[in-house]
């Protein structure tokens, strides 16, 4: 970690977990609703001003309307908004939570392309409200290149168990920080980012059952306290993960 220099370092321990729900719609909609938890471990060296773990609750509602009698053929819209509480301590409170939400229209042109464009607003954050854009494009049997936030990436599907992506995908959050890392730096928000390139390989053991395995580099990692206009900028690191995806 470099703020005017070295400072210190950062390992992180990231743990996540998600389960989506279809809910019953009307005809042309789709509703689904999500309950996410994630939670970030910094193991420490040196006098690096940030908290020791950072952690989210959140619920996800989400809405998709089929547009093709408004519209026309392949026009769709989608909706969501995301509360959640998010803070070095786990205390559901005033403080730590926020609210995330987004709108889109789009379009699929052909079965292999489509794109969509929309808008994202968050309550908390240096950056509140910001453009989004994404592309999808099968350009040849078996290859999908998506462009996009927070994933964008090229895959191939090598099998019909295995599939093979490499991309950069966005990691981080919005933190409210109670306990002062360092002098100034208690009850404020930390924004932390990291960009990773990497390659993943995703292989489905059955329908129901598939395991991901993902490593590559650290493009870009900040700790930002904007309330405080202290920044702290991390050089590349590598990485790894492992995912269990389950379908009922």
Known sequence: MERNGKIGSVGVSHYEFEASFSLPAPDSWMFSSALSWKRYEFDLTGAVPVPEELEEFGLNFMAMKDLAQEIGPGWSAMAMLSPSFS?????????????????????????????????????????????????????????????GFP????????????????????????????????????????????????LSAEYQFSRNLSVVVDGGTTANRTFDYYDRNMKFDGKAAGYGSFSLKFQF
């Open 87 to 147: 803070s070095d301590s786990g205390k559901l409170s005033g403080d730590s939570f926020s609210l995330m939400g987004f709108a889109m229209i789009g379009k699929e042109v052909s079965p292999t392309f489509s794109w969509n464009v929309g808008i994202v607003g968050m309550s908390r954050g240096d950056m509140k409200v910001f453009p989004m854009l994404g592309v999808r494009w099968g350009f040849a049997p078996g290859w999908d290149l998506q462009l």
């Open 151 to 198: 994933d964008t990436g090229l895959s191939y599907k090598f099998s019909e168990a295995l599939t093979l992506k490499a991309g950069a995908k966005f990691h981080g959050g919005t933190y409210h920080v109670a306990k002062a890392p360092a002098a100034g730096l208690g009850n404020t928000y930390l924004d932390f980012q990291e960009i990773r390139l990497g």
